[in-house]
């Protein structure tokens, strides 16, 4: 089992549709996070959540709701999503706050908005 | 203000040789990390490196080393004997001791290694 699982890969998808991105990790880390990657911008922090509990809303619009029902696992669910929300959404895990933590990340969910 | 800059948008570099790319940041917080994350064309964020802003070495991992210039704010990626498998995008992030903090990650540099 790699360290952080995303599903799906590849996700494409109308304006309409609802749809989840999954991510789970399996280093028994405390903190998760969702980034937004598009072309040539940096990544983009959209949530965070530690213990179970959202720590930061980087300011994301309400068409993207996340839910951490556990360390384990964190969800994004879409919904009523526009064209530019066509990224790669990436999910990470760490230990915890500390300075020295890395974050470790999965493969990604590149979303396509029809 | 940017936090992180990566000014090389791209670097080529032929295998065998080494390469170094270039980050600088920006913080008034005497405690800071700094790490280097690769990324493959297949998407995945693989972390490389870590330098803490107390460490009195550079950090050292395998091929990769950090050059770190703590008065001028850079945190260089030295990457030696280039091997084809590290054509990838690098980039530079800096997490803030200042209470809870996140990664701030830079715009990423492309490398490409010829053979």
């Known amino acids: 089992e790699t360290g952080v699982t995303q599903t799906p890969r590849h996700l494409v998808m109308g304006m309409t549709n609802k749809k989840s991105l999954k991510c789970e990790q399996h280093?028994?880390?405390?903190?998760m996070y969702w980034y937004k990657q598009s072309a040539k911008k940096p990544l983009e922090l959209m949530f965070v959540y530690n213990f179970k509990e959202q720590t930061e809303n980087n300011s994301v619009p309400s068409r993207f709701s996340p839910e951490c029902p556990n360390s384990s696992h964190l969800f994004l669910h879409l919904h009523t999503l526009q064209p530019e929300d066509s990224a790669l959404y990436l999910c990470?895990?760490?230990?915890?706050?500390?300075?020295?933590?890395?974050?470790?990340f999965g493969d990604g969910t590149r979303l396509s908005i029809l | 203000a940017q936090k992180i800059t990566q000014t090389q948008p791209g670097m080529f570099v032929q295998e065998k040789e080494a390469v170094t790319l270039d980050c600088t940041y920006d913080?008034?917080?005497?405690?800071?990390?700094l790490f280097w994350y690769k990324q493959p064309s297949s998407g995945e964020m693989i972390f490389l490196i870590y330098q803490g802003s107390y460490d009195q070495q550079n950090a050292t991992e395998g091929r990769y080393s950090l050059n770190f210039q703590k008065a001028r704010k850079s945190a260089n990626l030295v990457i030696s004997a280039s091997q084809l498998g590290d054509s990838a995008m690098y980039f530079c992030a800096m997490r803030e001791g200042r209470g809870y903090s996140t990664l701030t990650f830079g715009k990423g540099t492309m490398l490409l290694v010829s053979p």
């Open positions: 280093l028994g880390h405390n903190a």
């Open positions: 990470a895990s760490s230990q915890d706050y500390s300075l020295n933590q890395p974050q470790h």
């Open positions: 913080t008034s917080d005497p405690s800071y990390g």
